[in-house]
């Protein structure tokens, strides 16, 4: 819908001009007969029209319309009955007046005959030339009556219609007069045809001084202003949407504030262009607090690191320190001594584990996270991450199936963290007991890694977020800060690998984890 404001005037909807002249169409095989008629009919002043045959006659009927049409009987070929049925067929001419002309038969039936096959009239000849003329002239009259009729409707439907359109558009302003959005209509090339009140009320604009371009220009922040011209000339020449951040000044107290702002195509519908309808969006609250969120999240990430830091040296000496105590007590120390240093070095193991965690998440993030690669075979790496869990296992058991060999170009450390990790989340994740799966192959070039267990499953909501950093599935740690899914997916990302989880969610089906690694 147009917001220009202006619509045309509508006539007088019974004040019609009218064509000076109606159309009627004689058909005759006999040129004599067609002379005798323009002859009487002249006086009327109206357009005559010869035909010589039934074809003929149809496709002057096709060409264009006819008050009425007068229409030989005897003919050649196809006779007067056969056009007058073929007329009657067109959904254009149903309606048209046929008199049918004829020198013969005055009978009954032939009569009948003739106004089934759709006569308005019957003259038989030799006919009274006023007689015919009076009757031409009659239904000539009833044809501009008719058209008149028609105009005038036409017009009221006209009328109408921009009655509507006026309302529809005064309705329109009103609604995007009360939106909290600006908003500008445009023409083809760009210039302002219309703002709504939310822009002259933020700019401090009369509408004359909104339609120009060059004031509301001034408004952009000049640091925004080069690229959205230049994004908004590519639309021109494109004739494609635009999305755009820019700030805006608001005149009551000068604040640039942060608009999303919207241009859009108009088109007819032909899908030519019309027009364009900008809108922009204040999301200068939402900007700073997702900036606010950014900050915090960075100085959040930031303190980790430092801590993780700060930790990790007193950490290594208290590994030391455990395990020189273990080593000094010797193997006759007291069971509750042994116990308890076993308890202490496996807590700072514990301790000294979470801390390298949080310093690879600070890796990851600073994009620091450097690899080590070199020729590898992951068959012998998954057996020896199985052989590392068998002391531990109770009530579970690990199956493999695996080559006897599978060689690629990667970090053998850092995939043996990978694998850890999902191992462990798998038996982890199984309270009940049950089989851990691990298999390996080759697919077109690319190396396939499937950890599936029995377990409690993944709820299919928590699937996409299970690699966050700080994710637990089920809301509920076994251990650990969840950050090993996070620091997986930076790990297999790194090589350029892919890593996801598959699960129906449901107990006992437990969940898949796939990891596709490319062999170069």
Known sequence: MSLEGSQPLIANAFVRAEPATSSILMVDDHDANLLALEAILE???????????????????????????????????????ETARLVRQRQRTR?????????????????????TMGAADYVVKPFNPDVLRWKVEAFVALYRQQQRLQAQEAALWERERHILERQSERRFRRLVDSMPQLVWALLVDGTVSYVN????????LTPEQARRSQENQRF????????????????????????AEYRLRRARDGEYRWFLGR????????????????????????RRAVEVLKAASEAKDMFLTMAAHELRTPLQAARSYAHLAKVKAGAGMDPGLDKALRGIHRTVNRMASLVENLLDVGRLQQGELHLAQGEMDVSLLLREVVEHFQPLLESHRIDMDAPESLVLRADRERLEQVFTNLVSNALRYSPGGGAVRLTAREESGLVHVEVADQGLGIPPSQLEHIFER???????????????????????????GRIWAESSGHEGEGSTFHVVLPKG
Not at 66 to 76: G, N, S, Y
Not at 95 to 115: C, K, M, N, Q, W
Not at 197 to 204: D, M, P, S
């Open 43 to 81: 006086p009327l002043g109206q357009r005559l029209v010869r035909a010589s045959s039934g074809p003929e006659a149809l496709r002057w009927l096709l060409r264009e319309d006819f008050a009425l049409i007068l229409l030989d009987v005897q003919m050649p070929g196809m006779d007067g009955f």
């Open 95 to 115: 309606y048209t007046p046929i008199i049918f002309l004829t020198a013969h038969s005055r009978d009954e039936s032939h009569l009948v005959h003739g106004y």
């Open 197 to 204: 009140r939310g822009w002259l009320e933020y700019a401090g």
């Open 220 to 243: 952009m922040h000049p640091d925004d202003l080069p690229h959205v011209q230049e994004a908004w000339l590519k639309s021109l020449r494109t004739e494609q949407p635009l999305q």
């Open 263 to 286: 241009t859009l195509p108009e088109r007819d519908e032909e899908g030519q262009l019309v027009g364009w309808i900008a809108t922009a969006t204040d999301i200068h609250d939402a």
């Open 470 to 496: 700080f994710s637990r599935a089920h809301g509920i740690s076994y251990g650990g800060l969840g950050l090993g899914l996070a620091i997986s997916r930076g790990i297999v990302e790194r090589h350029g």
